[in-house]
Every structure is written in C-alpha cells, then in structure tokens.
C-alpha cells in the first residue's frame, strides 16, 4: 500500500507477542521508482517483512507484520499475515480499521466478529484438528524459477465488453465481471505458453484454481475476522481453452463457482477436517486468480491522504499467479500477473490480449 507525501534500507525494529513492527527509512526511492517501471521492481518484496517465512511457522513466528517505509516522496505501507488464520476480507477490514484509528475515530466503521463457525464433525469441547505430520524439509525446499511481475489495467468499460462477449458466445447472461476476466486472462497464458512451447501438444490438461468465499454461502456474520475462503479447481485440455473461445472458458469459471452452494462448501470443510490437506509451495497450480477486485484498498487512509497503489508481496508467488485489486478509478480491474519472463513478453505482444487492457 503507497500512499504519497535493497537500495540501502535503515530499520528500527519492534516485536510484541504475535505482532512484528518496523520502520524503514528507503532515502534513495521514489513513488516514480516503484510505479514508473514497466515491471514491479524487485526493491518492492524488501518493503515486506518476513519473506519466506509459512504459515505453520507461525507458532513461533508472528502472525502480523508491519513495515512503513518511508520514501524519498511517500510512504509503503507493507503488512504480512499468516494466512491460517485471515484471509483477504478480514486483512482489508483490519487495514481500514487501523487507519480508522490512526486518524481519530473513536469508533472503527465495522465491528469484527471473532465468534467461531465449526462444522458438525468437529467436537463443541474440543475444537482442535489432527494434522498429518509436517514434513519439514519441504517447507522451504521449493526455489521458484525466474519471475517477472506487471500490472495490467483493465477499465470498467473493458471489462464489461469481456463480460458481454463472454454472455454472447455462452449464450448466457449469469457470467460475471470477474468470471469473464478471469477466463481471458486462463485464454491469454495458455495461448503465450503454447506459442513459446516447443511441444505443442493441445491435449496438454490444464487447472484453472479459483478462490472462492464462503461468508455468504455458510452464511457467516458480516465482518466475521479469520479465514473464510477455500481453493477450488477446473479442468480443461489446452486444445478446448484455446479453440473454443472466451465464452467457453468463462462458463467453466461459471460453472465451478456455482458449483459450490451452501451444502457443498460445508461438505468441503467436512471432508478436509477428515482428511486435512496440507499445501506446499511444490504443488502449487499453473495458473491461479487470487485476491478479489471487490476489497476496498483505497479506503485506507492513516492521515496522510488516501493511497495511490497496492501492490502484493513476495509470498506464495508462482508463475502464474494473478493477483486482482480494484483499480483507483471506480469498476476497473488492476492485475498483478506474475509470470515467466518470456510468457509475460509474449503476452505484452499479444494483441487478442492487450486489446482488452488500458494503458
């Protein structure tokens, strides 16, 4: 999070309990040097604390870390959070409640709610859940390859002609905003990848990894605090996500989010506290839409005026993961595509692609 006012970094360092916070003073670093560049630089994941560190490290990690990093023009705010325990809607509730408080208010706007939901299986006396033994040696056994990371703007007009032509081609109209973005964004990687490819074998299956909310399907509380999400999948060869056009792909994105009603997300949880299945870096998908173009970042103001960009940290970071914040201006989509570096290039020289994006 920037907000107005390594290359070498001073710190002053404080930790309390499940809280880690610091102060960085990045002299040399202008807001221009982090958002000019066509690329995110890589100086940006030193404005995060605790890179590397997983999520089971936090019994003896902290569960909250903060780094303010004052730049030559402007301040980076860099928050990291074990995901175990808060997903991208309680982070959000927490980041505008904090700058609630910094700028005065007596009382923040929403109130969290710290109430726990449990599924039938799970004992009332005991809530604790067995885990399977944790292999250490793969928590940080995974090296990721080269990486190349940059954000592409998608305007509210863009994105509903996305939504319009993917309605027509499926001949439906239940296909959403970001179902349709998220299928030409599926669309677009898979056609970059084979291109490059020098097998170009369209049988090739591909996984389309959605993370979908469950606070309106279980129903939990508004402004339950704590992990509400889980990762879902679909499945197509290369040939059908390429031939058969961006209708096609969005009603698979379509189809897998609605499959997931109130019963069958309970019968998720269920199943997982049976069979607890633990992720690693190792397993991650070839193509992945996290975070959600819905949280309201640009609310958060500390008193120093509101900010200007949001960008994401090192963490969990693959090749193709896109991360999706709203844009500053209201119904665009910002799109953090990290990428291999020749699939990222391919993809700037796409034109099916880059006709959907605003520069």
Known sequence: ??????????????????????????????????????????????????????NCEGV?????????????????????????????????????????????????????VFERWFPSNISKENHLIPL?????????????????????HFSRESVAKLKAKANAEAGTDKISSLQALSAHLWRSVTRCRNQLSVQKANTQELDLVFVVGTRSRIPLPDGYFGNAVHI??????????????????????????????REATINLVEEWVRNPNIFNKGTLSTFAITSSHRHNVYRADFGWGKPIAVRSGKGQKSDGKMTLFPAAEPGGIDVEACLAPATLKAMEADAEFMDAVTI
């Not at 509730?93 to 700028?103: D, G, P, Q, T």
């Not at 031939?243 to 897998?256: I, R, S």
Request: proline residues 7%; hydrophobic residues 45%; negative net charge.
């Open 1 to 54: 999070m920037m907000t107005t006012r390594p290359v070498s970094l001073s710190t002053a360092t404080m930790q309390v309990l499940s809280l880690h916070m610091q102060i960085a003073i990045a002299g040399a670093v202008s807001v221009s040097d982090i958002l000019g560049p066509t690329y995110i630089p890589h100086i940006v994941s030193s404005f995060f604390p605790l890179n590397g560190v997983a």
């Open 60 to 112: 003896s990690m902290p569960l909250l870390a903060v780094q303010a990093s004052e730049l030559v023009d402007g301040f980076f705010i860099g928050c990291t959070a074990n995901h175990a325990v808060i997903d991208g809607t309680s982070f959000w509730h927490f980041f505008n409640s904090w700058s609630e408080i910094s700028r005065g208010l007596e009382t923040i706007l929403k109130t969290p």
């Open 132 to 152: 399977p033994p944790l292999d250490r040696s793969l928590l940080h056994s995974f090296v990721p390859p080269p990486l190349l990371e940059r954000v592409f």
């Open 232 to 261: 879902v999948k679909t499945v197509a060869s290369e040939g059908e996500v390429l031939e058969n056009g961006l209708g096609y792909a969005a009603l698979k994105v379509n189809e897998l989010v609605a499959q997931h009603s």
